[in-house]
C-alpha cells in the first residue's frame, strides 16, 4: 500500500504547439504584466534621427559604415506598415538612447537592417546583410540580431525577428541574397536549446502548419532535435515531408541547417580530441619532441594534433594514452633526449625495479 503524501501533483505547463498558442500567451501575459525594455510613450523623431545618422557617417570615420546602415532605414519611414508602429517606435528610441555612444554604432547598425527587412525586404536590406556579413561575421550578426531584437519586441512570439527570417529565407533563391539562407540559420542556431524541443513533426499537415504560421521560436522547438542529434533520421524525414508537401525552401533549410549543425558538432569533436591531446603531453611531463619520438610519430605532426588542424587516427589515440601513462609512471632517463630503451629498468615502487612497459 503506498504510503499517504503531503505533496500535491501540480500539472506540467504544456508546450506551445502552434502560433496561435504563444500569442494567446502573449495576449494574457501584457494584460497582467508591465512592459519592459523602451518606452512607448514618447516617440523620437524619426527626422531628427535620420538627418543625425546621414550626418555621422559623413564625421565618423570609424562608425561611418554602420551610421549609413541605420541612415538607410530610416529613409523608408514613411513605408512603415501600421501594425508594425509599436516596435517601429521602440526602435526610434532606442536609437535615440545610443546614439552618441560609439561603442553601440555597430548594434544599432545590425537592429536597423532587421528592422528594414521585417519591415520592408527590399533588396538593399540584403545587400546591407551581406555587407555585415562581411565586415564581422555571420555569427557574430546573428549574435546581435538575437540580443538587441529582445528590446523592441515585447510580444514573446518575437514578431520582428520571425518576419525578417521567413523574408532571409524567401530571399535565399536570389543572386543579391547570396548569405542570407545562412544568415538565417545563424540566427535560429543563436536562441537554440536543443534540451528543449516540440514533440517531433509526423506528417505533412503539421510541417505545413510550422511553414506557415510558426513563429521563430516555434521554429527554434522544432529544430532544436536536429542539433541535438545531427546525424539522426530526423531530418532527412522532414525533409521528405517538405519535397513531398512542395515546400522546397523548407527542405532546403532544414538540409542546409542539418549540414551546419554537423559541421559544429564535428569542430566541437575535433577541439575535444586536440584538448585530450595536450593534457596527455603535458601529464606525461615530456617535451613535445620527445612525445612524438615515444609514439612514432614527427613532432610537426604531434603539433597538428595538439591544435586540432588534424585529428588522430583511434589507433594513434590509443597509442598516446598508452605512452601518456607509461611517461607519467617513469621519468624519461637524463642525457639521451627521450630515446631511451623503453625495457630499461628503475627502481619502482617499494624498492623493487620495474620496467617501463610494466606501466602500459
Not at 501600421?82 to 517606435?89: P, T, V
Not at 519591415?119 to 550578426?141: K, M, P, W, Y
Not at 533520421?233 to 523548407?250: F, G, K, N
Request: proline fraction near 6%.
Amino acid at each position: 500500500m503506498a504510503k499517504p503524501t503531503n505533496h500535491t501533483q501540480v500539472a506540467a505547463t504544456p508546450r506551445p504547439t502552434s502560433l496561435a498558442d504563444y500569442r494567446n500567451r502573449s495576449r494574457s501575459r501584457s494584460a497582467t504584466e508591465p512592459c519592459d525594455g523602451v518606452a512607448d510613450a514618447r516617440v523620437a523623431d524619426v527626422s531628427a534621427l535620420r538627418t543625425y545618422f546621414a550626418d555621422a557617417a559623413q564625421s565618423d570615420a570609424s562608425g561611418s559604415d554602420y551610421h549609413r546602415m541605420v541612415a538607410g532605414v530610416l529613409d523608408r519611414a514613411h513605408r512603415v506598415a501600421k501594425q508594425d508602429r509599436r516596435e517601429w517606435n521602440r526602435f526610434l528610441n532606442l536609437l535615440e538612447r545610443h546614439r552618441d555612444n560609439p561603442r553601440a554604432a555597430l548594434n544599432c547598425a545590425v537592429l536597423a537592417n532587421l528592422v528594414g527587412i521585417a519591415a520592408f525586404g527590399d533588396s538593399a536590406d540584403f545587400v546591407t546583410l551581406d555587407e555585415l556579413t562581411c565586415l564581422i561575421g555571420g555569427e557574430r550578426v546573428a549574435a546581435v540580431q538575437h540580443r538587441s531584437a529582445r528590446f523592441i519586441e515585447p510580444d514573446p512570439t518575437f514578431p520582428i525577428t520571425t518576419v525578417a527570417l521567413r523574408r532571409m529565407i524567401a530571399a535565399s533563391l536570389h543572386p543579391v541574397a547570396g548569405s542570407s539562407l545562412d544568415s538565417a540559420i545563424a540566427l535560429l542556431l543563436e536562441g537554440i536549446d536543443p534540451d528543449q524541443h516540440l514533440p517531433v513533426i509526423r506528417n505533412q499537415s503539421e510541417l505545413l502548419g510550422l511553414a506557415d504560421g510558426g513563429s521563430v521560436l516555434e521554429w527554434r522547438y522544432h529544430l532544436a532535435m536536429i542539433a541535438a542529434s545531427p546525424w539522426s533520421p530526423y531530418s532527412q524525414h522532414i525533409v521528405e515531408l517538405a519535397d513531398t508537401a512542395d515546400r522546397p525552401l523548407v527542405a532546403l533549410l532544414v538540409a542546409r541547417f542539418t549540414d551546419v549543425c554537423r559541421d559544429h558538432n564535428k569542430e566541437h569533436e575535433r577541439e575535444h580530441v586536440a584538448e585530450e591531446v595536450r593534457r596527455m603531453v603535458s601529464a606525461s611531463g615530456a617535451s613535445q619532441r620527445q612525445f612524438s619520438q615515444w609514439v612514432g610519430t614527427s613532432p610537426s605532426r604531434l603539433s597538428t594534433y595538439i591544435s586540432g588542424s588534424v585529428t588522430p587516427s583511434a589507433s594513434m589515440m590509443l597509442r598516446m594514452r598508452r605512452t601518456s601513462r607509461l611517461l607519467q609512471a617513469r621519468e624519461l632517463p637524463r642525457g639521451t633526449g627521450g630515446t631511451a630503451d623503453p625495457t630499461e629498468r628503475g627502481p619502482g615502487p617499494l624498492g623493487r625495479d620495474r620496467s617501463h612497459l610494466s606501466a602500459v
